[in-house]
Structures are given as C-alpha cells and as structure tokens.
C-alpha cells in the first residue's frame, strides 16, 4: 500500500485505487493529488481489504480485472459486508459487458481504458462529491 495523506482534506474524505498496474495506480494517484484529494493505493483486492483504515474510502477506484480476487469479486465481498462506498470501475478489457458495469456502477459510474486524467478526475468529483475546486 502507498499512502499519501500530505494531501488530505479535514473532512476526512479521501479516494483508494486498487488496481494491478504500478503504472496505472501511480499516473491515476497523481492525477487526484494534484487536485488535492488524499488518495491511498492498492495491488490487489486482498491488499485493499487487509489494509487498516480508520475510516472507508469516500470512493474506490476499481479496476475490473485483478490477479486473484477480481473487482467484480471485491466489490461484492463489500456490499455484503454493508459498505456504502461509491465504486468508480475501471477496465481495458472489452469483453466486460456494459451491462454488467453499468448494474453494478450506474450509466457513469465506469471509465473504459485508455481515459484522460480530467476525465477520472470529473468523475470522481461528480460521484463521490469529492475534491471540488475551492
């Protein structure tokens, strides 16, 4: 896990990435850091779900397609233990249905890779109230 608290807001609200890619997590960290969101990231869904947090995510960047646990998988494993975080699913993969993305994270709540930054960075902002231009 690498933390970057330097960037936290005093309301406590901060976003988490799990996603495999090194490359992918950090150019996805700094885009939300540079905006001032505190952000955490992740490798692996089990990382995510081991890792000690006073409080849940205000949102989870989640890509779809992880080793081991998916995001499909996480994401589940989270409902059912009640969380009420909002899900930003990512994928490269286009076999991943629309369908099923858009079920689990509404028409807007998915980005298909390659996306721009802005385009992350709105998202986020919109779904998860988070990270506004003061």
Do not use: N
Not at 17 to 25: G, K, L, Q, T, Y
Not at 31 to 53: D, F, M, N, Q
Not at 95 to 106: H, K, N, Q, W
Request: with cysteine; hydrophobic share 40%.
């Amino acid at each position: 896990m690498t933390t970057s608290r330097l960037t936290s807001r005093d309301d406590g609200r901060w976003v988490a990435i799990v996603d495999d890619d090194p490359s992918v997590r950090s150019a996805l960290a700094r885009v939300l850091r540079t905006a001032g969101i505190a952000v955490e990231t992740y490798a692996t869904a089990h990382e995510y779900l081991s890792a000690s947090t006073e409080r849940e995510p205000t949102c989870l960047v989640l890509d779809v397609h992880l080793g081991g646990m998916t995001g499909f998988d996480l994401h589940d494993r989270l409902l059912a233990s009640g969380s009420r975080v909002t899900v930003v699913f990512i994928t490269a993969h286009d076999e991943v249905p629309t369908a099923e993305l858009e079920r689990r994270a509404g028409p807007d709540g998915y980005l298909r890779k390659p996306f721009d930054g802005d385009q992350l960075l709105a998202l986020v902002r919109r779904v998860a109230r988070i990270g506004s231009v003061r």
